[in-house]
Structure formats: structure tokens, C-alpha cells
């Protein structure tokens, strides 16, 4: 069965900071891996689609890369905004544990 | 612009089948991919399965004994069947709707909270 590992499981960041996010899948994905951003009580947003194209009207300070089994998401430069919960996700599929981003 | 609506049953007792069904209103001529996920109080986001405008279904394979998913057409719902529920069921359950080109969710219901307890 396909698992999907997302590391760290927080990261403390000051504002301006990059902060990087690690998906790692049990199976070869190819590029059918989506990354979501989730804030307290709100339905997820899609930030990006097929491992590393960026959704209409996300922030450029958002970017996807990788293919196969590891995937990474990366913030640029770490805004207050930013402040959220973080999901890998296989296309149609399982979700990755979550990493909770915060600021330092 | 597609909406879903989640709605159902908001307390189940333990061993009892937890039902929720989302209404789909607006644009939903295409293929397209319905899709459950729950999340439990303070914890992460858990795919549950889908069913494809066909009607083929794929689950969750921890959940697969327990889950049914199924679909009314002309209803315009999707439904969810989850039986023998534990208190490790309660959880906000979302609705939501991938397309069948991007095949990425493009729509997700506000969800429904359901507490399973006696």
C-alpha cells in the first residue's frame, strides 16, 4: 500500500526565510502529486498541481519539484500569511501526514 | 461555479454504519471524480476513496472493509457508507470533486462534522 511521508513535521522559521518541505512516496508517482495548504478551520487550497506547476492565483513565493518517489515544496520567502498546515498528496489518493509551518 | 453541500447525521453510536451524502449543485456535466476525505479533531487530512462518474470506486485500502461510496446521477448526490464506526471515526467529513483531465480536486465541500458516541 502506497505511503506518503512528509518531513519535517513542523518547522519553526523566522519571516523571510525559505523553508523547504519533503514528500516521500512509497510508490513511483511520476508527477501526479498535488500540494495543499490548510489554515484553522478552512477547507484545504491547492497550491500546486502535477509535483511542480503553481495553481491560478497562488503566490510565485510558492514552487513544487521532484518526480517519482520525492517531492519538495518550497516557500521562498516565509511570510505571516504563510502560517498553515502543509499536505503532500498522490493524485485521487492518500495524503501526506502534514507539516505545520510556523513562525519563529 | 460547482458547489457541494455535505449533509447527514451529525452523532452515530459506536458499531452503527455513519452516513453522509453531498449535493452537488451547479456545473457537473463533465467526468469527474467524487471524492470523500475526513479529518479528525486536531489531526491531518485522510483520503477515504471516490467514485468515478462511471461508477468504478477506489478506497482507502485501511478503510476498504468498511467503506462504500455511491452515486445518484439524477440526484446530483454522492454518498458515503462507512459501517462498524469506532470513536476513531469522528472526524469532519469533506466532499469533494476532482475533474477528469487535471484530475486534481478542484471543488470541496465545507464538510460535516460527525462524533461517533454513545
Known amino acids: 500500500d502506497l505511503q506518503m511521508t512528509q518531513s519535517p513535521s513542523t518547522v519553526s522559521a523566522s519571516v523571510g526565510d525559505r523553508v523547504t518541505i519533503t514528500c516521500r512516496a512509497s510508490?513511483?508517482?511520476?508527477?501526479?502529486v498535488a500540494w495543499w495548504q490548510q489554515k484553522p478551520g478552512k477547507v484545504p487550497k491547492l497550491l500546486i498541481f502535477?509535483?511542480?506547476k503553481l495553481e491560478s492565483g497562488v503566490s510565485s513565493r510558492f514552487s513544487g519539484s521532484g518526480s517519482g518517489t520525492e517531492f519538495t515544496l518550497t516557500i521562498s520567502s516565509l511570510q505571516p500569511d504563510d502560517i498553515a498546515t502543509y499536505y503532500c498528496?498522490?493524485?485521487?489518493?492518500?495524503f501526506g501526514q502534514g507539516t505545520k509551518v510556523e513562525i519563529k | 461555479q460547482v458547489q457541494l453541500r455535505e449533509s447527514g447525521p451529525r452523532l452515530v453510536k459506536p458499531s452503527e454504519t455513519l452516513s453522509v451524502t453531498c449535493t452537488v449543485s451547479?456545473?457537473?456535466?463533465?467526468?469527474?471524480?467524487w471524492s470523500w476525505i475526513r479529518q479528525p479533531p486536531g489531526k491531518g487530512l485522510e483520503w477515504i476513496g471516490y467514485?468515478?462518474?462511471?461508477?468504478?470506486?477506489n478506497y482507502n485500502p485501511s478503510l476498504r472493509s468498511r467503506v462504500s461510496i455511491s452515486i445518484d446521477t439524477p440526484l446530483r448526490q454522492f454518498s458515503l457508507r462507512l459501517a462498524s464506526v469506532t470513536a476513531a471515526d469522528t472526524a469532519v467529513y469533506f466532499c469533494?470533486?476532482?475533474?477528469?483531465?487535471?484530475?486534481?480536486?478542484?471543488?470541496w465541500g465545507q464538510g460535516t462534522p460527525v462524533t461517533v458516541s454513545s
Open positions: 498528496q498522490r493524485y485521487n489518493g492518500m
Open positions: 467514485i468515478f462518474s462511471s461508477g468504478t470506486t
Open positions: 510508490q513511483n508517482l511520476y508527477s501526479w
Open positions: 502535477q509535483a511542480s
Open positions: 451547479g456545473d457537473s456535466s463533465s467526468s469527474y471524480y
Open positions: 469533494a470533486r476532482a475533474d477528469g483531465t487535471r484530475v486534481v480536486i478542484d471543488s
